[in-house]
């Protein structure tokens, strides 16, 4: 065995950030390779997911999840190749995607673990467009917001993980799509690539209310808000009768020390008798098989393309996920570790 295969790279919680998260929350060390107990499967890392989520999970205030706590291994989505076995669903060599962390091996519960085929797409699909930012994207936007042919879908964070998506199905749904997200690249590549009819950069706009009404002439029947703070204000100005809205994120405000204000203008709600609704993807777990169903056949037929972010090396996870939360991302934010054996 070479020195990789017998230690464990793990990146550890340090500190809780207050404000912006930076690479001193974090701490790298290295120990053994664990052994898997029985029904265990050992996991070598080959992909690793970075997510907004993980912000959270990082403070200690009360959530759906339990935070990490000081000195735990950070919590994150892999795609792993199968070391050893001890359950008999599981073979060496195959590839599995879990919530293993940020470290090269994991020991996992094998009743957690997803067995992913690499037939049907690229591995790193299994924590981006056929995982769960595309859950996220597919339930949020046709069970929450129901949307109909011909209704303005607009989406905030339109370049990102999920938000890429969102366009997409509703653009398969014969809505007219429009995308916010924060730089010119970005923006091009949603209008050109994946077919956003309308695009707006909340940064360089001047009077982000206007160019919401601009693009949206006949006003936003369906809201999808990964971002909340002043976008958010600038879109309920604009909506139509009957909106839908669903509060899928709010990173805006994930890293501010104090809170906003919330919107100023909900009043737009009461006059267009609108409704908004949080959204949790995981609990729409049972539902994920029919969803990734039908996720994989658009990809197939070519109705739903994906773009990812890709940073090089398990050391960089950190730097990687901070990146993500400044926007350096142009789709799913991902971490490379290892090729698979
Ligand atoms: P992502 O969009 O791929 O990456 C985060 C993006 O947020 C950045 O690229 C950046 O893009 C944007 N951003 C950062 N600060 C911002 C600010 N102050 N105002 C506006 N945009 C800002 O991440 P994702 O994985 O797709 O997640 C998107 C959102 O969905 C997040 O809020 C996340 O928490 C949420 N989410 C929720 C669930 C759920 O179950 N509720 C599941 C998955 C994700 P710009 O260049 O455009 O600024
Ligand atoms: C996310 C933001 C928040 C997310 C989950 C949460 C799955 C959950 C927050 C909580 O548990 O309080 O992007 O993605």
Known sequence: MNQSQTQNRRILLASRPTGWPTTDNFKHVTEAVPEPGPKEVLVRALWLSVDPYMRGRMSAAKSYAKPVEIGEVMTGGMVGQVVKSNHKAFAPGEIVEGSLGWQDYAVADAALLRKIDPRLAPIQTAVGILGMPGMTAYFATLEVCQPKAGDTVLVSGAAGAVGQIVGQIAKINGCRAVGIAGGDDKLAYIQRELGFDAVINYKTSNDLSKAVA????????????????????????????????????????????????????????????????????????????????????????????????????????????????????????????????
């Open 214 to 341: 601009a693009a949206c002439p006949n006003g936003v029947d369906v809201y999808f808000d990964n971002v909340g703070g002043a976008v958010s204000e600038a879109v309920f100005n604009n909506l139509a009768f009957k909106a839908r809205i669903v509060i899928c994120g709010q990173i805006s405000q994930y890293n501010i020390d104090k809170p906003d204000l919330g919107p100023r203008n909900l009043r737009y709600m009461l006059v267009n008798r609108a409704r908004m609704e949080g959204f949790l993807v995981w609990d729409w777990r049972d539902r994920y098989p029919e969803a990734l169903r039908r996720m994989a056949g658009w990809i197939k037929e070519g109705k739903i393309k994906y773009s990812e972010h890709v940073t090089e090396g398990l050391e960089k996870t950190p730097d990687a996920f901070i990146a993500m939360l400044k926007g350096a991302n142009l789709g799913k934010a991902l971490v490379k570790v290892a090729d698979p054996a």
